[in-house]
């Protein structure tokens, strides 16, 4: 794993890796969207308000996706002392705060037609929020301390502790809605998803999956450069400027 | 080695009660905190009857917070937080003393006077023994998941409003079963689903909670 540890041969395979990464996130947004927009037949119900599920449920998984990949760098890096995967748990909170807050914002969306309100404290919707506060206080953690590697080890005290709480958080949302509303008003055993809209939404999923994988990666990238740039300019000795 | 935790427990208990005015203080905000209510909703009693819980809950989180930053603060300014990292007691242990002696002079003051501010609010007959009852089984969570947060943020300059946006949304279980037990009590429903969860959250935290302090202390001292 140390392997990896090095910033020069991160920098020297990602370059390679990241064209093709790009190139496929394009390639699958295309599809996803061809799929998702004119190939999926519209619902008898909804009509074609529901197709906005194709950006709703892949935001919503990558804002999980993204607390999950923080969690995991950061044990790696604060049990290793890995560098990189403090870099990377860092790189990769505001990608998974912006698909929290775009989860959020389409729910509100699609809600307004379906359920004629944009907001309800529906259990989904209040962990989602609760998911942004948990993504807000993590970047919070590494803007206020300056010692980078100081930050790195309380940020991932923080993002581990929140991994913990953010189940039994979910866990605790789910009891206190259930005993409020005992008819939820968003029912997904209705219209079961078939056919092209399955292909769609999971084009979609792997589309979203890639361009997370891509902008964490420039983001890493340009974490390093910062990380030189200070270096170099403390060397000169005309210091942070 | 528990007759150290039980010394620093005194000490921190006796600190505070020569000090005075930190944990009267506290008992002020909560209770300001919860009169600012009825000028905020209107004073009609079925109103204020069916937020009273939930009101006297979020005033005594807040207040459990606003105590948190000076948990490790002065022994941080003092130079006795490095003494205690460095003494043959585990540094999880005197997180856990610390964050009972916390829990002696914050919460403890706060559940005497919440009968109180529970008559202000016209808080049903039903609902005062389960007030008290879930207030005594879940603040220690606070007090523990806080000491988190105030070890986290004990060497930062700033560190007062970080720590309520990290640590306020730790606290929404608590708040969760704290609530829906005194409401079923007063509804004539079975609560106690709700205190064994509670009690539950409580003892996990003050399993698990320690540990992660004592790391981000000792990353902070570093």
Known sequence: MHKFANPARFMRLSNIVLPWITGLT??????????????????????????????????????????????????IGFIWKHPLADQAARATAPIGAAFTALALLTGSLWGKPMWGTYWIWDARLTSMLILFFLYLGYIAVWQAIEDQVKAAKIASIVSLVGLVNVIIIKFS???????????????????TIGGNMLIALLLMIAAFNMFFVAVLFWR?????????????RLQLGGGLG | MIKLALSIIMRDVSLSLRHGSATTMVVGFFIIVVSMFPFAIGPEQNILQRISVGVIWVAALLSCLLSLDRMFQTDYEDGS?????????????????????????TSLPLIVIAPILGIMMNLPNEGFLPLIYTMLIGTPALSFIGGIGASLTVTL?????????????????????????????????DATSHYLLLLGFTLFSAAIAPWAAAAAIRSGLE
């Open chain 1, 220 to 232: 890493i990238q340009s974490l390093i450069l910062q990380r030189r740039i200070r270096s170099l």
């Open chain 2, 157 to 189: 300059r700033r560190g007062g409003v970080l720590l309520s946006l990290l640590i306020l949304p730790l606290y929404i279980p608590v708040l969760i079963f704290g609530v829906l037990a005194v409401k079923a009590s007063i509804g004539g429903y």
């Open chain 1, 173 to 191: 949302v789910d009891w206190w809605n259930t005993l409020h509303q005992p008819a939820t008003l968003m029912r997904m055993d209705g219209p």
């Open chain 2, 81 to 105: 937080l490095d003494q205690f990292v460095l003494s043959p007691v585990p540094l999880e242990l005197v997180v856990v003393a610390k964050s009972i002696a916390h829990w002696l002079t």
């Open chain 1, 26 to 75: 394009i390639l699958l947004f295309a599809l996803g969207l061809y799929y998702s927009l004119i190939l999926a037949p519209e619902d008898y119900q909804m009509g074609n308000t529901y197709r906005i599920i194709f950006v709703h449920v892949p935001a919503a998984y990558m804002a999980q996706f993204g607390y999950g990949v923080i969690a995991v760098s950061s044990a």
